[in-house]
């Protein structure tokens, strides 16, 4: 399987954690997704990286690594539920869709041995991966939540009033 190339989408945050998807592009077989967790004060900055095979001596076998990112080495992306778990790594789950703000990723191993099967074809030896900032603050969320909450309520009592003859 080619892989084409990667974007990670953040897209929201708590207290502790961001939450984002990763978008696996491929040439024959379309679109693979997962959910991300990350820890947001050690965050890979916004940008294009490399996505690569390396040897890692925390977990004594070949991993995926993020290189390229200014200043920073040994970025991984591997199994964790958590952003607290993670110190600039990316976190992989289950792709799941949510209105809410996730509290952690699901199903981590099994998402990590997925995308892991994925580059194991000589031709992913070195993946584009596009880190894109689209992350909504707790605030803004729940700002936007409220604001279509009112707006269906006004609807809901401006379309009974005119099923009533009111104007």
Known sequence: MLITHIQLNRKAQNKENLFGIMTVHTKNYGRFM??????????????QYILSWSWSPRF????????????????RIHSSNFGRQLRGCIG????????????????SKLAVSSLERMMMDKANERV?????????????????????????????????????GLK
Do not use: C, W
């Open 128 to 164: 584009i991966i596009k880190i894109i900032d689209n992350e909504e603050a707790p605030d803004r969320i729940a700002s936007r939540k409220i604001s279509t909450a009112i707006s269906q309520i006004i609807s809901d009592r401006v379309r009974r009033g005119h099923e009533v």
């Open 60 to 75: 004594g076998k070949h991993k995926l690594e993020i290189t390229g990112v200014p200043g920073r080495k040994g970025l």
């Open 34 to 47: 997962f959910n991300t967790v990350e820890n947001y004060e050690t965050k890979i900055k916004e940008g």
């Open 92 to 107: 992989l789950g289950t792709f799941g869709i949510s209105e809410d703000i996730p509290q952690m990723v699901i199903n």
